[in-house]
């Protein structure tokens, strides 16, 4: 009893001392740096932060959002007692409902994407171990290396957690550095706006493609993430140069444009975006 009520001490305590350091304004630098020497942690450090979302299988019919609460509430308890005994250089905490989790950045070697992989699944078998229906997802800020710097890389963790949940169904673990226009595209509010856009740089692609062999929406899209590279871009698409010379100029006359401009391939990239994050056909296709 006396362990237990050191340890759930010690918990309450973590989660105030998160509470302070994740704080938009920092109000007391000196007590943070305090709350860090508890729990002898060097928050001068250069770490990395995560938000633990876990989310309940909905296709067993409806949710009691009280009893799920309480669920996870008992599922994090337990799951704060295998991370401290998998790492102990890992804090972890709520904050706002939001589970937290930060490592020290030299944890992940240079390979944050395998590190954060291998915790994902870690987390993973330790809720399936439970019994549970719970799907894990990790969104992931970036590094932190000053006080001022955590609550950045919180924000940055909860964007990633949120675009990937809401855009990316296939995916369980989001960087924010990786998410790129994403991030700002994801709080696109007209998406009328957003509709137009896809029609007039993609439109012409997406209507040539029905019903027919040629996906000249891929053959763009591999061009741009060549960066107009002919000859990378044939390999890519498993076809010969003059083949693709071809298809380009067959892209440029349905566009009205060459894809030798700046300005061009970038509404391009950003059309694409926009198709990947909203799922948008064409404005004229939702017409007919």
């Not at 340890?7 to 105030?16: A, G, Y």
């Not at 942690?41 to 296709?59: G, T």
């Not at 007039?200 to 029905?210: E, I, M, Q």
């Not at 067959?250 to 970038?266: H, P, V, Y």
Request: net charge neutral.
């Amino acid at each position: 009893m006396k362990q237990k009520l050191v340890f759930e001490t010690k918990e309450q305590l973590k989660d105030s001392f998160l509470h302070k350091l994740l704080a938009a304004e920092i109000e007391d630098e000196e007590s943070i740096i305090q709350y860090a020497n508890v729990f002898q942690w060097n928050i001068f450090e250069e770490h990395r932060l995560a938000v633990l979302h876990l989310q309940m299988d909905e296709s067993n019919g409806t949710i009691d959002l009280v009893k799920q609460n309480a669920e996870k509430t008992v599922l994090w308890n337990r799951l704060k007692v295998r991370i401290a005994a998998e790492d102990s250089s890992l804090l972890y905490g709520a904050v706002e409902d939001q589970y937290i989790l930060i490592a020290p950045a030299a944890r992940e070697r240079k390979k944050p994407e395998k590190y954060w992989s291998e915790w994902h699944q870690r987390i993973s078998r330790w809720i399936n171990e439970e019994k549970t229906s719970y799907r894990v997802f990790l969104g992931i800020g970036g590094k932190a290396s000053s006080i001022g710097d955590y609550y950045v890389s919180y924000r940055q963790a909860m964007q990633a957690l949120q675009v990937m949940i809401r855009n990316f169904p296939g995916k369980s673990v989001a960087f924010f550095d990786e998410l790129g226009a994403y991030t700002v595209l994801h709080h696109l509010k007209e998406l009328e706006a957003a509709k137009l856009f896809v029609d007039k740089y993609l439109g012409p692609l997406l209507r040539h493609s029905v019903g027919r062999n040629a996906d000249w929406l891929q053959t763009v899209r591999v061009f741009l993430d060549c960066n107009g590279h002919l000859t990378e871009t044939a390999e890519r698409l498993y076809i010969h140069r003059s083949t693709l010379q071809y298809r380009l100029e067959k892209i440029e006359e349905m566009l009205g444009f060459s894809l030798q401009g700046a300005e061009q391939r970038f509404n391009l990239m950003m059309a694409l975006k926009l198709y990947d994050l909203y799922g948008l056909p064409s404005a004229k296709m939702l017409k007919k």
